[in-house]
């Protein structure tokens, strides 16, 4: 190689070195972020059992993925006549190789649950497993577009004062959500009723599709899980009704 050759290529090595240096187009490292996983979004859980310690309980609330391993949401947890409503909730997951999560929650306390569920697709359901006592289902929350104003059909169950309870009924609200309109059949026990006149509210949606709704006698939480659909999880001491509520 002669002299001129190699100054050539020392220029050439130069100016790549330079490149490299300056973030020019031949850099050799990239400032891309790592994927985001599929579990990414919101979604709303229901889950019962029985605690050994404990006795039966229900629990119900939404969670938020940043799909990099971090969780937070809120709860309402009733056991037997122990209440714990609107929990802040903090904590991670983790991802299998076929979608499986099991995550890690916290409430601010030193206790802490576990959630096991497999990402659910689209609108449908999927099995959830709560602390290793508690079954119940998962599905992606959608909350835009649901309204406190209109027609819902409700459906309940669970514990009553005198034993296993159930309701079913439908309601109308106004502008307000004050239920104008309603009926109920109750059964708790041997004890049943039927109301003509429902009275009630269904309170406007707060943080993470939460809200409070009152059902003749009962209150609730609710959480929304998509336009025209919520959980409905009760607030009241004395018993421990859960279920669902649609729109029509």
């Not at 240096?21 to 859980?45: E, I, M, Q």
């Not at 404990?54 to 037997?80: C, H, I, M, P, Q």
């Not at 009630?200 to 899980?225: C, D, M, P």
Request: charged letters at 15%; aromatic letters at 8%.
């Amino acid at each position: 190689m002669t002299g001129k050759q190699r100054l050539q290529c020392l220029t050439v090595l130069g100016a790549s070195v330079f490149t490299f240096a300056c973030g020019g187009r031949a850099s050799l490292h990239t400032n891309t972020k790592p994927a985001l996983d599929p579990l990414r979004g919101s979604y709303v859980f229901f889950a019962s059992g029985t605690d050994p310690r404990k006795g039966d309980y229900f629990v119900a609330g939404s969670l938020t993925s940043d799909g990099r391993g971090n969780l937070t949401g809120v709860e309402d947890l009733k056991r037997g006549s122990t209440l714990d409503s609107a929990v802040q909730l903090e904590g991670t997951y983790q991802l299998d190789s076929i979608g499986t999560v099991s995550a890690t929650l916290f409430d601010g306390t030193a206790m802490a649950a576990t959630l096991t569920f497999v990402i659910p697709s689209g609108s449908a359901k999927a099995a959830f497993l709560y602390n290793g006592t508690g079954t119940g289902t998962v599905q992606r929350q959608s909350t835009s577009g649901f309204s406190n104003v209109g027609k819902f059909d409700f459906k309940l169950s669970g514990k009553g004062e005198e034993g296993e309870a159930s309701a079913s009924g439908s309601f109308t609200t106004s502008s307000t959500g004050e239920i104008s309109t309603g009926t109920e059949e109750f059964e708790d026990g041997i004890f049943s009723r039927t109301t003509e006149a429902l009275t009630g509210q269904l309170g406007t949606q707060l943080g993470r599709g939460r809200g409070v709704a009152i059902i003749e006698l009962h209150k609730f939480s609710y959480y929304v899980v998509s336009p025209n659909q919520i959980i409905l999880a009760g607030l009241d001491r004395s018993t421990s009704l859960f279920g669902t509520a649609t729109a029509q």
